[in-house]
């Protein structure tokens, strides 16, 4: 049976007050709207259909092909945004699942439940319901007596007595698409001039038909986002979500609520999660970390039993047993190999550390290579920058160089060439060679 999804992301989101439309405001670092296609993921491999409007240049740009797009060029309604799919969907699904892009946490399973029940149905449709003490203006849902849904009444029109049912449409439904077609069609107008999507489960009952429900157990992927405060209240619920997962893979997040993880990044067991750590982007941690306090590391890969303390890494490489912090800043194309050690403010940027270099305090290292067990004195910098462009420096192993050393690029220095305190070293220095002064000089070879 194929299933096709439609995503409704037209509205205009007016009370969010922001350039931005609204289904592009991210949640846990990825738009609403990327939520939602996850989730559609899950019931069918047939490409979603993604009803746009409002910002549809820059919801086409964001979303690319992982979607077909349906212009609806005026905004009537939720019924006239499904109708809008009609064209390219009529003859081409057996099922059609909607749903509205302003829901991020509304999971896949949800969706799939709603597939299975409708498959069981012999009506034409099954929504997705909650029963909640907050009605938030969500439709109110009308059973019969038999328990039978009978109607979705918007809260506008409510009656005192229907007001009060704790029920509620979370807008999202599983239709027979033949019917669907049929059915909004003769969607009559409502008295705000929009068709209203809720007005099938009035023309399945009057023609006799079973309407089914699910109803949601997790109050949480009912959160719809229509201000920044539900968009708050919706990155808090994914927030939990993810962090709960991975705790239950083995990872200690020691305070949650302080712990913020993007929906792409992987860590290992074992490892520690320290209060206000953010993780964001591509990140990939490994096994027996300890990550934080205060750290935020952006699109990073890091080794097994690596130690971040109150550290900035951005795009950087960790191999196993890096330590590093507090206040270290790694930049792009920062690669540490293998039990590197960094202490207090260091900056590291498009260079690569092999193993076991010590890089304790105060040191800028950009555009350079340093060999195995080289020593970066505190105060170190390499001056990679002449104004213009960006040169390369090159530090054998076992190299000593020593406190508040300038490395003036391009500079290349052999293994176990020593620098004195304060030197500012202009030319290569070649191995075994101590050097000292400004600019430096060679006084000394250590050369047997
Ligand atoms: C809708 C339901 C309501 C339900 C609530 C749950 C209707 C008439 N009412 O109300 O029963 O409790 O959702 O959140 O459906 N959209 C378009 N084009 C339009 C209008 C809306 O694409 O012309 C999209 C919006 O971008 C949004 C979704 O449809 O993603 C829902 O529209 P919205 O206006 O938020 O409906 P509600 O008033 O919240
Ligand atoms: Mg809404």
Redesign the pocket.
Known sequence: MKITSV???????TRMKSDLP??LHPVCGKPMVWHALQAAKVISDEIPVM????GADRVREEIGSAARFVV?A????????VQ?AESTLKGDTDLVLVS????PLLSGETLSKLVETQKANNGPMTMLTIVADDP?????VVRGEDGGVRA????AVASEEEKAIKE????AYCFDANWLWDALARIPL?AKG??????TVGLAVDAGMHVSAVTLEDEIE?I?V?TRIHLSEAEAGMRSRLNRAHQLKGVTIVDPASTYIGVDVEIGSDTVIQPNTHLRGETKIGAGCEIGPNSIITDCQIGDRCIILSSVLEKATLEDDVDMGPFARLRKGAYLSKGVHMGNFGEVKDSVLHEGVKMGHFSYIGNADIGANTNIGAGTITCNYDGEKKHPTKIGEDVFIGSDTMLVAPLELGDRARTGAGSVVTKNVKEDTLVVGMPARAIRNFKR
């Open positions: 995503i409704l992301a037209a509205g205009q989101g609204k289904v009803v746009i409007g409002h609806q005026e905004r009537l309604g939720t019924g006239h945004a809008q509205a892009a302003d829901m938030r203006g969500f439709g109110r979705i009444v918007e809260e509620l449409n979370v807008g409502s929009e068709y209203y999507l809720t007005d009912a719809g229509n």
